[in-house]
């Protein structure tokens, strides 16, 4: 198994550009999850799923889209990207079938994003 | 809103020396994890704690619970340069299923 893969590593942007940022996972967990990694302030929650077709809002969601078409993937997009957005980004995926709560989560190797 | 503060952010100690690190979280939780990051690298799980009480040592580190003082410490035993990393806390937030991260503590070994 892979288990989280995120895609870029590195990515540099210019103010208002727009991307993707993708994470895709083979251990067949429903919950997966986006963070933000700043210094001094921890792992922030973007945005999470709890299956295909079901999203929803983290900590901090503003400037940031996603989707869950499938239970592989959950990709991260950027509208329109802002020197603010400079961030070190972590794909984390996690399964809570048997308890109903989210067990520990499988990080991805992170995407170190740039917007100059 | 759940906070989780951790102390202390930055933490450096000898070779064979016990520490502390504190993470308090301000509402109730389910469950709470610690992670470890290595720098440069990527989160991997150390320990969960699921109720009051709950105490779980791997090596020279050993987690406990106090929930109804909202409180989780992670201890170190004779610490040894390999435990050099960035150490977090992540309770989960009561009725989500949402991980709140505290900010970290990173931890340098001297020998």
């Known amino acids: 198994n892979a288990g989280v893969t995120q895609t870029p590593k590195f990515q540099v942007l210019k103010t208002g550009q727009s991307m993707t940022l993708q994470c895709a996972q083979d251990m067949n967990h429903e919950y997966m999850s986006w963070y933000r990694q700043d210094p001094g302030m921890g792992l922030r929650l973007i945005h999470y799923s709890v299956g295909a077709g079901i999203t929803d809002q983290g900590e901090v969601p503003n400037g940031y889209n996603v989707s869950r078409s499938t239970t592989e993937d959950f990709p991260l997009r950027l509208l329109s990207a802002a020197p603010s957005q400079t961030s070190v980004y972590f794909c984390a995926s996690s399964s809570d079938a048997e308890t109903g709560f989210v067990e520990k989560l499988f990080f991805g190797s992170g995407t170190q994003l740039s917007v100059l | 809103e759940l906070k989780v503060e951790q102390n202390p952010l930055f933490l450096s100690m000898q070779e064979g020396k016990n520490y502390t690190i504190y993470c308090n979280y301000s509402?109730?939780?389910?469950?709470l994890y610690w992670y470890r990051q290595d720098p440069g690298k990527s989160l991997e799980s150390l320990f969960v704690?699921?109720?009051?009480?709950a105490v779980k040592q791997e090596g020279r580190l050993m987690a406990s619970l106090d929930t109804k003082a909202r409180l989780s410490t992670l201890h170190i035993t004779a610490a040894v340069h390999d435990l050099s990393a960035t150490y977090f806390c992540?309770?989960?937030?009561?009725?989500?299923?949402?991980?709140?991260f505290g900010t970290g503590t990173r931890l340098k070994v001297l020998a």
């Open positions: 992540a309770p989960l937030r009561s009725g989500t299923y949402k991980y709140i």
């Open positions: 704690l699921l109720s009051n009480g």
């Open positions: 509402t109730t939780s389910d469950r």
